[in-house]
């Protein structure tokens, strides 16, 4: 139901546009959401360090705003590349304040910390990253956020409304952004983070599969005609529990491949059991961003110990 087209953006619903970034591959388009209430603005994960960057601005002046004045916060869903590498470069072009949620903080603050201590890499894969161009780079512009968002904080873009929900299953300090109002959720990565697959995602190592799923849980009770993921397009009315039904379906598979995988061998460490994953198929891997795989499998196995699933001992996971 878009009502209006531009150049660099569109009205899904009035007051709230997309503006979206080049296609990237697996990850889709990357995009902006721009929210309106008369002469206030916010824009809703900034994209990485160029995309959609100047567009942003740009549309924002189409639509008859000043950039300075009128954009009053960057908003972040999570602290990933692809969401927060223009937070710096929106900021220095608007004096807007960035939120986030601390747990995501340091990613803003410091750009490494993603490969650092997010990501499950080998020695290669980390200097790969380092030089990676694709929408996790890394080479941002540093910048600390103007205030940390919690649970229940209510943001105000004029007179709309955005109630604050910590989820932490993509990443720790993953939150998305309730319009009741309008109902509207704005999901960052939380619900999908391909598209047009909801059984293709990924975690970070500070996220939790768990955690993911009962936060779907709760976000399903919530009365939403308009989902607005960061990369899938926007979902509407009955396709949106649709959605959520397949998102928490592929956790559910993800959990239950991975113990199976586990059982037949016995024992396995992280490599042998991306290996017979991968001759299986019975997941869908990012063959982009292979190392999210990776990270996501970790993650699910230590999600599966603290569940007393399985456990691991110097490195070699076993069936209990
Ligand atoms: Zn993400």
Known sequence: MITKLTMYGSEIIPGIYVVKGKFADEFGFISSYVIVDGD???VIDPGTAGDPGKDTLEFVKHL???PKSDITT???THGHPDHIGGAGILKKATGASIMIHEDD????SN???FIDSRLKLTFAGRMAMKVDRGPLRVNYRPV?????LDRGDTIRIGDVSLRVIHTGGHSAGH???YDSARKVLFSGDE???FPNDPRKFYIDLSGSLAIRRSSLESLQKLDIEFLLPSHDVSHMMGEVSLQFREAADAILQFQDNVLSHLSARGSADLEQLVFDIQQARSIPIPTDAYSLFTTTLEACLQDLARAGLIRCNEGIWNPI
């Open 40 to 42: 206030t603005a916010a």
């Open 64 to 66: 008859g705003l000043n």
């Open 74 to 76: 960057i908003l972040c």
């Open 105 to 108: 903080a340091v990613l803003l």
């Open 111 to 113: 750009p490494s910390e």
């Open 144 to 148: 600390d956020p103007d205030r940390l």
């Open 175 to 177: 939150c998305v952004f």
């Open 191 to 193: 619900v999908n983070n």
